[in-house]
């Protein structure tokens, strides 16, 4: 398993708050689905911007966080990263071609590329949810990453800017993937995940179980003894984020010892997602539907 929402593994100090997401998108100018000043978001258009992502991806997710990972190579790749795509953030005030000026990325499976195999199945059961519930179309988020000089409100905006403008494109109805707390030992985390095993879990048709075979319980403490501001604060932060937007969790998180993380699952319904965020995001969006 590798780095992402969902964050599988996402970027340290992001913050998604009430004013991250973006107000308006603007028009679609050679492939663009946003701008703020020399800001940039966009889909990869080539085998070289998709490895540069891979590239950016290594050093955030190995190199900085000291995890043993293919030096040789220095990417984070894998055989899911052909049939997806790849959102970027370029900084158009850098010298040289946009893939050398990328400076976020985001993973994008869509559910007709996924041919019933997801990358988060290896760790639960999406299939189950798919099955379930007929018509989802699911959009699968992963390897959220922005290099350290970006980790601001602005560049996350544009990245939420860029997803947006994609589901609506592609009629997605849920999103969904795994996200990360770090380090394998999930009674670190102990109050966060309880939190959400109490309050947050998906139920129903909605309802995401780890696989049996890596299943660890997030029941790790009693209802009453859980402190949910204690809870919220010790979250990461994009996983905040997502809660704020009316996401929903699985049943049971996954350790991930190549990656060092703790993994739970996100479900997104964009039915779900609150009215306030829509109209954040604007009906402009709606211009990318086609």
């Known amino acids: 398993m590798n780095p992402t929402l969902l964050a599988h593994h996402e970027t340290p100090g992001l913050v998604m708050s009430d004013e991250t997401l973006p107000r308006s998108i603007s028009g679609l100018i050679d492939g663009l689905l ?34 043993a990972g293919d030096a040789a190579a220095a990417r984070d790749a894998d055989l899911f990263d052909a ?5 970027l953030v370029i900084d158009a005030s850098l010298p040289g071609p946009d893939r050398e000026r990328i400076v976020g990325t985001y993973r994008l499976l869509p559910q007709a590329r996924a041919s019933g195999s997801f990358y988060s199945n290896a760790e639960f059961d999406i299939c189950a949810l798919s099955a379930r ?31 947006w403008a994609y589901t609506r ?22 109050e966060a995940l309880s939190f959400l095993h109490h309050h947050c ?13 890596r299943f660890h319980t997030m029941d790790l403490m009693p209802v009453e003894a859980v402190n949910a ?19 929903m969790v699985g049943e049971g998180c996954v350790i991930d010892e190549p990656f060092g993380t703790t993994d739970i699952f996100v479900v997104m319904p ?21």
């Open 169 to 190: 494109r592609h009629g997605i109805n849920v999103m969904a993937g795994c996200a990360s707390f770090d380090g394998i030992v999930p009674a670190r985390h102990a």
């Open 83 to 87: 049939v997806c795509d790849h959102l």
């Open 133 to 163: 519930r007929a018509g989802l179309n699911i959009l699968e988020l992963g390897r959220s990453c922005v290099l350290p000089p970006y980790r601001s409100k602005r560049t996350v905006e544009l990245l939420w800017q860029g997803i």
């Open 34 to 67: 946003g701008r703020i000043g020399p800001l940039e978001v966009r889909l990869a258009r080539d085998d070289a911007e998709v490895e540069a992502a891979q590239r950016l991806r290594y050093r955030v997710f190995f190199e900085e966080r000291g995890i």
């Open 229 to 247: 501001r204690q809870a919220l604060a010790a979250m990461p932060p994009l996983i905040k984020g997502y809660l704020r937007l009316g996401a």
């Open 201 to 213: 879990r998906a139920d129903g048709d909605w309802s995401v179980r780890a696989v049996e075979s």
């Open 270 to 290: 964009v039915e779900k997602i609150s009215a306030r965020y829509i109209n954040y995001y604007g009906a402009d969006a709606e211009r990318f539907a086609a």
